[in-house]
């Protein structure tokens, strides 16, 4: 059964135009492409964060506008959001309060983050603010995790640590919908959706 339905989808001048896609829990889903593909406008929709011009969008089977809670669809987005006054474990603890403290104490320790954790985040470095707000994303354990570039500042000496994260989310059952043109993340997907100029080159397997 789908999780996400993405049904003949349009959005704003042709960045996306005609997209269909589903997806079932549980699964490591790429969305591939050059940038200005329509990975980013195509996240946006499935986390609720705008709407499509035309066609239909679905989250177990309900429309995602206006974002629902994190618990069922969380998102990293590119600009991530941290709140930089907070430290890391703060912001991890943000969409979780304390229900989700010891799952934030695991993923602060896969992510590499354990010994930074009372750091604020304007202290940190960019990568490790990435990975903050990647086990924001996660801490909740949503049913559909949207992650925009989520390796984008990492070398390869770290970006192990967010391949881990991911597959810990779907072995737990989250759906994670990752927008990429990193090979390493590609290479190791459940599913690849390439996009180039706002339409799906060829259907997910």
């Known amino acids: 059964m ?3 339905e ?3 989808v349009s ?10 896609l589903s997806l079932p829990p549980a699964r490591l889903a790429v ?8 990975k980013s406008t195509l996240c946006h929709l499935i986390a609720g964060v705008m709407r499509p011009s035309s066609g239909e969008v679905l989250v177990a089977e309900r429309p995602p506008f206006p974002a629902p809670d994190w618990a069922t669809v969380s998102l990293l987005p590119q600009r991530l959001a941290l709140e930089p006054e907070l430290s890391v474990a703060e912001n991890v603890l943000l969409p979780a309060g304390l229900r989700g403290r010891d799952s934030a104490e695991g993923l602060l320790d896969r992510l590499g983050l354990a010994t930074i954790a009372a750091r604020p985040a304007r202290d940190t470095s960019l990568g490790e603010q990435q990975r903050t707000a990647l086990a924001r994303a996660l801490v909740l354990s949503p049913a559909v995790a949207v992650l925009d570039e989520p390796t984008a500042h990492q070398d390869d000496e770290h970006v192990h640590l967010v391949l881990d994260a991911l597959r810990a989310a779907v072995g737990a059952g989250t759906l994670a919908v990752v927008a990429t043109h990193d090979q390493r993340v ?5 599913t690849v959706v390439r996009l180039a100029s706002g339409r799906v080159l060829t259907e997910p397997a």
């Not at 959005?11 to 269909?20: F, I, T």
């Not at 590609?186 to 459940?190: K, S």
Request: charged letters at 25%.
């Open 31 to 38: 969305l591939a492409g050059r940038s200005g593909s329509g």
């Open 2 to 4: 789908a999780l996400v």
């Open 186 to 190: 590609i290479d190791v997907a459940d």
């Open 6 to 8: 993405v049904r003949s």
């Open 11 to 20: 959005h704003a001048r042709g960045v996306l135009r005609e997209v269909s």
